[in-house]
């Protein structure tokens, strides 16, 4: 009876993954839809109501700050959740299944972040925004990949996905170490307190998750007040979400965990509901007045240079030197071609680097154009390369440790 607890548990992890990756690449092309669109209305008439809807203040806080701070903190709840489950009982469960995506990732950071730097490196105001093209949109990269349908094996969109995880971490850490305004150590402690809650909440085996929300809700505000973005409440309130269905159990039998159950409840709404409305409120820039030396200013190539070059030269050069080494394996039925392709769709930098963008030139609206359009051309770039790249390359047969195709 154990064994098929165990066999139906991991059934549903299966499922849950399938379901991941065909909810976020449907997703990916709404939000193409939706990121045209608000191009289109920021250079039609409507671009005075568009603008003017953004900047007006419901409350303490203007539209665009409640999707930003609120809305999108949802979207980092989210994100805590998969990377917890994937760290504790997914793709990322085990060293051996971390290294390749987990090299890759950090390959995939560095190298855009230098590639920006050296654009950069004599305009001490547009370094702030290093990290920008470090970024990978999951979503954005799964919808190309939709694309393509079955000239992609499976074991390449895991190992994005998987990428991209890492990724949305190394983001989170960056966001908390590089982008906090001034502290209110006063608010700071609330929020520990209110972490303690939610973790006692966790150790007491409470499995209800009305507590949880209620909590994360307050630690939400006190982390808004703190001075630290408040989208990383979300992030802390999902490490403090429990995996296990009942303490003691292991993590594969509970499909129905209180984790589960709200990254269940969460997937569709983050996809069709909030990444949307988080790019149509942030990837609409007008281009009036702006001329076509703006795409030739260091800050625009920096941004677009870096998700190009950088990503491609990153993942794909820190996988290539693993798989060399012995240290890893292409992606079972993947050959070096399509490695190279999914490498180029990483740097589809979207809804992750608008949100870095936003915080690096808060008070720079002029920056945050030259940000967006950076964003734009690069990750319109990086998609086409990548798409073109996985039409032509072809899979392999078998894997094969460090084969080429």
Not at 51 to 71: C, E
Not at 102 to 114: E, F, I, S, W
Not at 175 to 182: E, N, P, Q, S
Not at 283 to 308: D, N, R, Y
């Amino acid at each position: 009876m154990d064994e098929m607890a165990r066999i139906v548990g991991k059934g549903r992890i299966r499922s849950m993954l399938r379901d991941f990756l065909d909810s976020e690449a449907a997703g990916g092309l709404v939000l193409m839809a939706v990121a045209a669109l608000a191009i289109l209305v920021a250079n039609s008439p409507l671009a005075p109501t568009y603008f003017g809807a953004m900047s007006s203040y419901i409350g303490p806080l203007n539209l665009q700050h409640w999707i930003n701070d609120a809305l999108m903190a949802v979207f980092f709840l989210m994100v805590g959740l998969e990377i917890k489950r994937e760290m504790l009982d997914g793709q990322l469960s085990s060293w051996s299944r971390r290294v390749l995506p987990g090299v890759a990732a950090a390959g995939g950071m560095v190298a855009p972040a230098l590639i920006y730097v050296a654009f950069n490196s004599g305009d001490p105001q547009a370094l702030r925004g290093w990290a920008i093209p470090s970024a990978t949109d999951i979503a954005f990269a799964l919808g190309v990949l939709s694309l393509l349908g079955p000239r992609v094996p499976v074991s390449l969109k895991v190992f994005l996905a998987a990428l991209a995880i890492i990724d949305d971490l190394g983001a989170v850490v960056i966001i908390a170490l590089f982008y906090t305004g001034d502290l209110s150590l006063m608010d700071l402690g609330g929020a520990a307190l209110v972490l303690a809650a939610l973790y006692g909440l966790n150790r007491g085996g409470v499995r209800s998750l009305l507590p949880y929300l209620l909590l994360g809700l307050v630690l939400w505000v006190l982390v808004l007040r703190s001075g630290v973005h408040a989208t990383l409440a979300g992030v802390l309130l999902a490490l403090t979400i429990p995996i296990r269905l009942t303490p003691g159990t292991p993590e594969a039998t509970d499909a129905e965990s209180p984790l589960h159950r709200l990254e269940h409840m969460l997937h569709k709404p983050v996809a069709f509901l909030v990444v949307p409305i988080f790019g149509f409120a942030n990837a609409g820039v007008s281009f009036e007045g702006i001329s076509a030396s703006v795409l030739m200013e260091p800050l625009t190539l920096g941004v677009a240079g870096g998700l190009v070059l950088g990503k491609v030269i990153g993942v794909f050069g820190a996988s290539a030197v693993m798989i060399r080494l012995g240290a890893a394996d292409l992606p079972a039925g993947a050959g070096w071609g399509q490695l190279l392709g999914v490498s180029l769709l990483c740097g589809i930098g979207f809804t992750m680097s608008l949100f870095i963008g936003l915080l690096a030139f808060a008070d720079t609206p002029a920056l945050q154009d030259r940000v967006k359009f950076g964003i734009l051309a690069g990750s319109l770039v990086a998609g086409l390369l990548g798409y073109l790249v996985l039409r032509v390359a072809r899979r392999e047969a078998s894997p094969s440790r460090g084969s080429a195709s």
